[in-house]
């Protein structure tokens, strides 16, 4: 037949039908976004400066089309070369062109192509070339056929002249070598070529792979036990998953992450099964659905005993394993999935965390032995000074330490004091309290001091970029002025970092790092557009990522400015080398500009819109210095007066809310967790006790709380509110604040179970209570909060009566 695949333009059409379909929204609001995209717009610019062509699809919304689009495209790339595959073979029918269009999945197309993939000989192969294939068409046609006397028509040598062949003989029969055709010296030889044909036809049939995968998904449980020998090994990490069980589809990421990487380390055994009561049955069932499905049936006849054989074999042989690998597969991604989506949103809320803004602040990285380092940088981040202290082990130089710090504070007027949360941070956190207390008796000084999370900072250290921006400044020091800098603005300073060295995720080592370095580069692309840029203080790494830029483009810009001197208006930025309209276009709302010439260059009005603001200044009758911020004048306007060709009532009501709030950051206001005085060891922890802490990481099964004790303690999901939660990041989001109450302390395994319900009942003690189901396994203080495996095991409840088992039963119950 002749192929002829769809025009570029009709399979435009065909995925932007079915991105709409699946959005619910027009697909001409999906065409014009495809259209930008495909011209170099970025997510940020569409999302807040093409609302009018777009019909106001959000950012949200848009990324959701740009992975969508990604998909679909590959789909029908693989789609077209299956089709020209199978054409080229001369096998290709107008049915299955039908059934291969009509496929909407990448797992639907290989299983429709693979009876016709190119492979290695099979035995069905020389089974066929054998003559056998009508030997098993017959029988599959006609069971009242005898096997034995059938096959018997199909031996082709002797077995006095078989007997008297060389092995290497009968090996280049069988491999059809010089034209020979393969040898059938026996009845049993013609049965299994037969059985050899059918049972790949039949694990090649596309409609019967998806019923059994189907069920398989729905019905099937993931079974896991020790490798012998390896139960010590990792007992820690993964002894709840020994003797672990649970129906595959209920498996939630976290544990199917730790289970698959229990696999990889050598230390579990995965397995899938149907129910133990399914499992006992003969057939099995799985092989009562192919015999199903192909219409074998026990009705006594000669055949059909050995047509059940067949169905036996082609699930036995030919199918169970490939489809336990395709299932696993299939939930390996989707926990990969969700976890990438757990460490967007936990970047996402890092990075639009709350600034303290331009104050002088003092950045210790704590430290025993090598001592602590600190740096002092100004109020635009700028380095001023740099010092080692050495109040902890062995020196315990504490007086002199103290004296260090307070000259320091009081050459350079420090506002904030930023403590890493890393080794020793707790014994830091006095020796600042006895500074502010020294400062505070000697000088007018007030100081205010904040725990921040260095995850990330030695990575930055070692950087080519921290080497370029402080090359005679020892790497120790340079971590110093990394948690200085985040806390003066979290974002400016974090987007130095590689998104995956935060550790703010779970598993991000397991899973596809492409698909994670890709989600996470479009949230910090996402967040520091949201947020703004200052044209004339913006490092390289923070220009690169606002939209329509890249890191060329933003070394070309700090080069311009170094040379030039600051920008004083927008247009300024079409000087910058190699920047042309587009990325002008695309940029140049997301950069401000503070006091230059065009008081709307420090908004997020964009330059093609500055003639419609004229017009409506001309209208109010004030210059724009008067006019913004004033939101009583700006609500008298009539929006709909400017509508024209060119700007819509969206663009101009979103005109006037930023004339109202000029350059308004989105993020919240500045505050602090105040850890409690004398709990700074975990060891010091009391079920009971109620503390403050700071969230640190959002997983599937909780929150992780860094109370101050070098220890991050978990709220599991069932323990954040009075009311069944999905979502832990409904209710909770990095960075925030949050009092909790000790509920369980496991000092071997070094746990801590929290609960946000303050008045759940503690445990009585705090032996090993906190090993229950979900509660991942906690490293300590590391730059991979996020990554820890792991040990729990839904299926078990808890040992003892603890609140964790009575809060994990009423999760269970509720679920």
Known sequence: ???????????????????????????????????????????????????????????????????????????????????KSIHEQGKLTDALVKVINAADTKQVLEDLYLPYKPRRRTKAMIAREAGLEPLARSLMADPKLDPQTEAARYINIEPAAYAALTPEQIKKSQAGEEGAKPLVPDVRTALDGARDILAEEFSETAELLAKLRHHLWTQGIVNSKVVDGQEMAEEEKFRDYYAYSEPIRLVPSHRALALFRGRQLGVLQLKLSLEESQESLIPHPCELMIAKHVGVEQLGRPADKWLAEVCRWTWRV????????????????????????????NLHELLLAAPAGPKVVMGVDPGIRTGCKVAIVDATGKLLETATIYPHEPRKDWNGSLAILGALCVKHQVSLIAIGNGTASRETDRLVKDLMKLVAGKTALTLQKIVVSEAGASVYSASELAAQ?????????????????????????????????????????????????????????????????????????????????????????????????????????????????????????????????????????????????????????????????????????????????????????????????????????????????????????VPGMILEGVVTNVAAFGAFIDIGVHQDGLVHVSALVDKFVKDPHEVVKAGQVVKVKVLEVDVKRRRIGLTMKLNDAAASGSSGGANRSDVARQKGHSTERGDRASSGSPRQAPQGNTAFAEAFAKLKAKQ
């Open 318 to 345: 030919k199918t169970s394993l490939s489809l336990e690998m395709a299932l696993f597969t299939q939930l390996r991604e989707a926990a990969e999935t969700e976890a990438i989506k757990v460490f967007a949103r």
């Open 1 to 83: 037949m002749d192929l002829s695949l769809p025009t570029a333009e009709q399979t435009a059409l065909r995925i932007n039908h079915q991105i709409a379909s699946e959005m619910s929204v027009r697909p001409q609001q999906i065409a014009v976004s495809v259209a930008l995209m495909d011209e170099g717009a970025t997510v940020p610019f569409i999302a807040r400066y093409r609302k009018e062509v777009t019909g106001g699809l959000d950012d949200t919304q848009l990324r959701n089309i740009e992975e969508r689009l990604l998909y679909l495209r590959e789909l029908e790339e693989r789609r077209a070369a299956i089709l």
């Open 469 to 685: 921006e402080f090359p005679d400044l020892d790497v120790s020091l340079r971590g110093a002025v990394s948690i200085a800098r985040r806390l003066q603005d979290p974002l400016a300073e974090l987007v130095k970092i590689e998104p995956k060295a935060i550790g703010v995720g779970q598993y991000q080592h397991d899973v596809n790092q492409f698909q994670l370095s890709r989600t996470l580069d479009a949230v910090v692309e996402d967040c520091v557009n949201a947020v703004g840029v200052d044209l004339n203080t913006a490092s390289v790494p923070l220009l690169s990522k606002v939209s329509g830029l890249n890191a060329g483009l933003a070394r070309n810009i700090v080069s311009f400015r170094d040379s030039k001197g600051r920008f004083n208006n927008r247009e300024a930025l079409k000087g910058v080398p190699r920047l042309g309209d587009k990325a002008f276009e695309q940029a140049a709302g997301f950069l401000r500009i503070s006091g230059g010439d065009n008081p709307l260059d420090q908004s997020s009005v964009h330059p093609e819109s500055y003639p419609l603001v004229e017009k409506i200044l001309s209208r109010i009758g004030k210059p724009v210095a008067e006019v913004m911020g004033d939101k009583e004048l700006l609500k008298k306007v009539a929006a709909n007066d400017f509508v024209d060709e060119k700007f819509g009532i969206v663009t101009i009501k979103d005109i006037l809310a930023e004339l109202e709030k000029p350059g308004r950051d989105p993020r919240p206001e500045f505050k602090t967790a105040s850890f409690e005085e004398g709990v700074e060891d975990i060891n010091q922890l």
